[in-house]
């Protein structure tokens, strides 16, 4: 009866475990594509991301370098005053997207273009996506509009 009992106990604590194993396993490879790692353009430039890795880019729009296309296809650089990416889109731009304004894209790049797939902007006069301005601090070219 003993011996029972404790063979019954191995075989709930190794089912436990391949269960655990494997929704870890499927947990991970669910989230492979979810997440979206942020770079600044300088990060981009020094370290290419692999091909067709998805990330996001953030940063200043270049003046001068919005060109809009046909329809909804839209050229501009992004910029940490430090590097500079070329972004490519096609879509509806935030309202309140334009030069020397703060942006967040998310895409790949391609052939050294960012093809973004969304673009994120700023949505009043002193907002600033995180991410841009911790690249942006760690430049050392952000200057707070309350400083």
């Given at each position: 009866m003993k011996n029972l009992k404790k063979q019954r106990r191995i075989q709930i604590i190794a089912v436990a475990a391949v269960a655990l194993t494997v929704s870890t396993a499927l947990i991970g490879f669910a989230m492979k594509d979810g997440i979206n790692l942020f770079r600044s353009p300088t990060q981009v430039v020094e370290e290419p991301p692999r091909p067709n890795e998805?990330?996001?880019?953030?940063?200043?729009?270049?003046?001068?370098?919005?060109?809009?296309?046909?329809?909804?296809?839209v050229t501009f650089e992004v910029t940490d005053t430090n590097a500079t990416v070329p972004v490519s889109y096609t879509g509806v731009l935030p309202d309140?997207?334009?030069?020397?304004?703060?942006?967040?894209?998310?895409?790949?790049?391609?052939?050294?273009?960012?093809?973004?797939?969304?673009?994120?902007?700023?949505?009043?006069?002193?907002?600033?996506?995180?991410?841009?301005?911790?690249?942006l601090k760690e430049q050392g070219v952000y200057q707070s509009s309350a400083e």
């Open positions: 998805v990330f996001r880019i953030g940063g200043l729009v270049l003046e001068g370098s919005l060109i809009r296309g046909e329809g909804t296809a309140l997207f334009g030069e020397n304004q703060g942006m967040v894209g998310t895409g790949t790049l391609q052939d050294g273009v960012f093809v973004a797939s969304e673009i994120l902007a700023k949505h009043d006069e002193t907002y600033m996506p995180k991410e841009v301005v911790d690249a």
